[in-house]
């Protein structure tokens, strides 16, 4: 998935459990949780292309966007930390977009393997359409439970 869903999904997470340990938890299992469900991430299978940098920048400032609208201030630093391990499997994995190897070491390896091989892409490409719509879904839902 994009970074809003996930980051929200962190961010609601955290609105609702105050305790670090438990937000903390639910965070990285909701990214695996919301990973399950077929989506489109990117516009090419090489990761490191002008489109998908635009898109993964321009998906950043939504996300910041919503956050700094959303939230209230006295809340930021551990909102924006729980919602950012909400995306640490996909942080976790972004050292191998530029040394391939990475994904060959231990623990990693597996992780990188189910996060992506079983949970992303068992289902196949998706379309933009298709592929859009589940991350909209979870984006609205949870700008309602912000608001």
């Not at 077929?38 to 940098?53: C, V």
């Not at 898109?55 to 006295?74: E, M, N, Q």
């Not at 393997?113 to 359409?129: D, F, K, N, R, V």
Request: glycine fraction near 8%.
């Amino acid at each position: 998935m994009l970074i809003t869903p996930h980051f929200l999904t962190g961010v609601v997470i955290a609105s609702q459990v105050p305790e670090v340990a438990p937000a903390a938890l639910a965070a990285i299992t909701s990214h695996y949780i919301l990973d399950a469900i077929p989506h489109r991430d990117y516009f090419d299978k090489q990761y490191l292309t002008w489109r998908n940098i635009l898109l993964t920048i321009t998906d950043g400032i939504i996300s910041l966007g919503l956050f700094y609208w959303l939230v209230p201030d006295a809340h930021w630093g551990y909102y924006f930390g729980i919602g950012a391990l909400a995306m640490l499997p996909d942080v976790l994995a972004l050292p191998g977009v530029f040394y391939n190897q990475f994904w060959q070491w231990p623990i990693i390896k597996q992780m990188h393997s189910w996060h992506t091989e079983i949970l992303q892409y068992a289902w196949g490409e998706q379309g933009w359409g298709i592929g859009l719509l589940p991350q909209l879904i979870i984006i609205s839902v949870a700008i309602y439970f912000l608001r």
